[in-house]
């Protein structure tokens, strides 16, 4: 079982649209939750963070983090095509301190 | 405010070199953490450094080992490289204390080993 897998992709929406992308994790002492998007040929360029359970609004981004199910994930409003790249989910914490795990990513494609 | 700074962006080694990358953290950071990237995959955990310590590390051999200097900065050097070596490095800084918090990576460094 990995540590972090993201749901597979790739995800095609249509401009305009809601982008849910979701991530489940194995690490019950996980502490910190991470959604980093990358660009392609880019580096990782961090999103949104949450590490409590509910929802973490900021903008058109909201995570959400569900610690019994030990699942997260992340709804994009409004889809723009400037969304479009490559989604990691990355949990820290726990008994991986000082780390962050990474899931293998989700491609996401927004088409006008 | 400089932000992460990597180098070298690309380079080729063949099997068997040695290779030493480089990084510098974020203004004001005062840990670095080293990950692989290969195609296609999400980042993978190689180690991090705290106060020039080796604070953990991830599931690498011993070939892979690194250094962190007092002005912060970090180096990752990689002997007797593989074919399976050849992937993105990503260097990421972060303040070290409490819980894990943001990572600010580097635009990398892309070996491919022939």
């Known amino acids: 079982q990995k540590e972090v897998e993201q749901n597979s992709g790739p995800l095609s929406v249509p401009e305009g649209a809601i982008a849910s992308l979701n991530c489940t994790y194995s690490d019950r002492g996980s502490q910190s939750f991470f959604w980093y998007r990358q660009y392609s040929g880019k580096s990782p360029e961090l999103i949104m963070f949450i590490y409590s359970n509910g929802d973490k609004e900021d903008g058109r981004f909201t995570a959400q983090l569900n610690k019994a199910s030990q699942y997260v994930s992340l709804l994009i409003r409004d889809s723009q095509p400037s969304d479009s790249a490559t989604y990691l989910c990355?949990?820290?914490?726990?008994?991986?301190?000082?780390?962050?795990?990474f899931g293998q990513g989700t491609i996401l494609t927004v088409h006008p | 405010d400089a932000g992460v700074t990597q180098s070298p962006t690309h380079l080729i080694k063949t099997r068997g070199q040695q290779v030493t990358l480089r990084c510098s953290p974020k203004s004001g950071h005062d840990t670095v953490s080293w990950y692989q990237q290969a195609l296609g995959q999400g980042p993978q955990f190689i180690f991090q450094?705290?106060?020039?310590?080796?604070?953990q590390r991830g599931n690498f051999p011993d070939r892979f080992s690194g250094h962190q200097f007092p002005n912060y900065s970090s180096e990752l050097n990689v002997n007797a490289l593989l074919l399976g070596d050849s992937a993105l490095y990503l260097c990421a800084s972060s303040l070290g204390t409490g819980r894990t918090g943001e990572l600010f990576f580097g635009e990398g460094s892309r070996l491919t080993v022939l």
């Open positions: 990355a949990v820290g914490g726990g008994t991986s301190y000082g780390k962050l795990t």
């Open positions: 450094y705290y106060e020039e310590e080796e604070r």
